[in-house]
């Protein structure tokens, strides 16, 4: 019965409440844009397919989401949510279909799956849900007869003030029969009413008594987001929950309110994350590490035990027990072996770092190879652009480069080989050599006390 669905998400909106040049429904939480939370809450229904009605920054929502298993169609004027479930009507081929707004990012798929059944098995044309907040706000009102059956929701700027204070509010989520009498109560819609739109919730009343409304008990889950307000809200209630799964899971998180975490990091049980971690997109940390004071991390993987902080991380990998920071900026590509140190203001991109390696203290290695327990100096550079290309840097194992050298690449510096402090190295050293690039120091004895005309 599940895959005999489809699913519409109205996502041509205006957002005119956000105040943004950006169509609401790519506004992001934690990283990820509305839209895309619904689209994972649908997931799990296996619908047949999935059509998203755009219109807003059409254009902008076709490009996010370019290469996914969408249906896009259109709604030109934004005339209404009835208006525009109209356009989509086209694209419904199964017999039943689920309507979603894009801003109800939280809602849960058992939530989709319990209105699915309850709507099958009450024989209804149109079933919503709703649910109870502490402020009902602006969202529609849902008024049910004395057997409980919806006959009709009203819109807060339609209501008075008897109405205002019902409860139970719209989620603007419902499952609909792919049937005649739907889409003709669809057209017959008006729109004399205070926004001057076509209410996709006055069907209710259209089709009342084959209506159903079920009522779900978490007014978490169906937040809806129209203000800047409500975004940061939904984001929290996020961040909580996302919290609360990794502490079950036997991470510590030693502050709640300054953890950010993106609903696909993966985190190990007792690694502890510090305050002031923000650990976004597909990145995953083993056990045991220490995560933070102040950690920003995007798309990177770090192995067991190793200890982060005061650092970002932007596509690294970092090997189990390395340490990274304070201050270290670890770049796409940085691959930083067992056990290896990077620390204060260093930057490493597109490097491989062996086990072991000691980069402390103010360096930039990109484009780059350091062999196992090699030692970087303070203040070492790789020169690995010359203005038009990037060239690599190669250091061997054991090597050590003394402070304050530039590598001018292409060059290697072989296994063991020494470079002397302040080099400018622009040839291949061999292995276990000292190389020494630097001008001799001059001393011109009692030179100062003349110029001083002593
Ligand atoms: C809507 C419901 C309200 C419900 C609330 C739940 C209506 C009239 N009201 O109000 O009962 O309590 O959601 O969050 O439906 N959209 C279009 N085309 C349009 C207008 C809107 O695609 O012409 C899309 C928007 O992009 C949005 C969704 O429909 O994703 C809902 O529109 P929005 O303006 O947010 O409606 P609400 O005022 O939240
Ligand atoms: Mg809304």
Redesign the pocket.
């Known amino acids: 019965m599940e895959n005999s669905l489809d699913v519409v998400i109205?996502?041509?909106?205006k957002?005119t409440r956000m105040r943004s040049q950006r169509p609401?429904?790519l506004h992001p939480i934690l990283g990820i844009p509305l839209l895309e939370y619904v689209l994972r809450a649908v997931r799990p229904l296996s619908p047949r397919r999935v059509i998203a009605?755009v219109?807003h920054g059409a254009d902008e929502v076709r490009k996010a989401f370019a290469g996914r298993d969408i249906v896009f169609v259109d709604?030109r004027e934004?005339?209404?949510?009835g208006?525009?479930l109209r356009c989509a009507r086209g694209a419904v081929g199964a017999p039943r279909f689920l309507v979603l707004?894009?801003?109800?990012p939280l809602v849960p798929p058992d939530a989709l799956k319990r209105l699915v059944r309850e709507h099958a098995s009450r024989g209804a044309i149109l079933s919503l849900l709703t649910f109870s907040p502490e402020d009902p706000g602006?969202?529609?009102r849902v008024l049910r007869d004395e057997a409980g059956v919806p006959r009709a929701?009203v819109?807060a700027a339609d209501a008075s003030p008897e109405i205002l204070a019902v409860r139970e509010?719209?989620?603007?989520i419902y499952c609909m029969e792919n049937a005649r009498e739907l889409w003709d109560a669809l057209e017959a819609l008006s729109n004399a009413n205070a926004q001057g739109?076509y209410?996709?919730?006055d069907l209710v009343a259209a089709l009342y008594p084959r209506t159903h409304a079920l009522l779900w008990d978490d007014p978490a889950d169906l937040t809806?987001v129209?203000t800047r307000g409500d975004l940061a809200r939904a984001e929290w209630l996020l961040r909580k929950r996302i919290v609360a799964r990794l502490q079950e899971a036997g991470v510590t998180v030693v502050d709640p309110h300054t953890a950010y975490i993106g609903p696909d990091v993966v985190v190990g049980e007792d690694t502890v994350l510090h305050p002031g971690v923000f650990l976004y997109g597909r990145t995953e940390i083993a056990a045991a590490c220490e995560i933070g004071p102040q950690a920003y991390l995007v798309d990177s993987v770090v192995e067991d035990g190793a200890r982060i902080w005061f650092s970002v991380l932007e596509g690294a990998h970092v090997g189990a027990g390395a340490r990274i920071g304070p201050y270290a900026h670890l770049r796409p590509g940085a691959r930083i072996g067992r056990g290896a140190r990077i620390g204060n203001f260093v930057e490493v991109k597109n490097a491989e770092i062996g086990e072991g390696v000691r980069a402390g203290h103010l360096a930039y290695i990109g484009d780059a190879e350091v062999g196992a327990g090699a030692n970087i100096g303070a203040g070492t550079i790789t020169c690995n652009y010359d203005g038009i290309r990037k060239h690599r840097t190669v250091i061997g194992r054991g090597a050590f480069i003394g402070s304050n050298t530039a590598l001018v690449a292409p060059v290697t510096v072989g296994e063991g080989a020494i470079v002397g402090a302040g080099s400018v190295i622009t040839e291949d050293v061999p292995p276990y050599a000292l190389a020494l690039g630097r001008s001799r120091q001059v001393i011109k004895p009692d030179w100062a006390k003349k110029k001083g005309g002593a």
Do not use: C, F, M, R
């Open positions: 109205l996502a041509a909106g957002g609401k429904v009605v219109g709604q934004q005339l209404g949510t208006h525009a707004p894009g801003d109800v602006g969202y529609g929701i819109e509010v719209n989620s603007g739109e209410y996709l919730t809806g129209n």
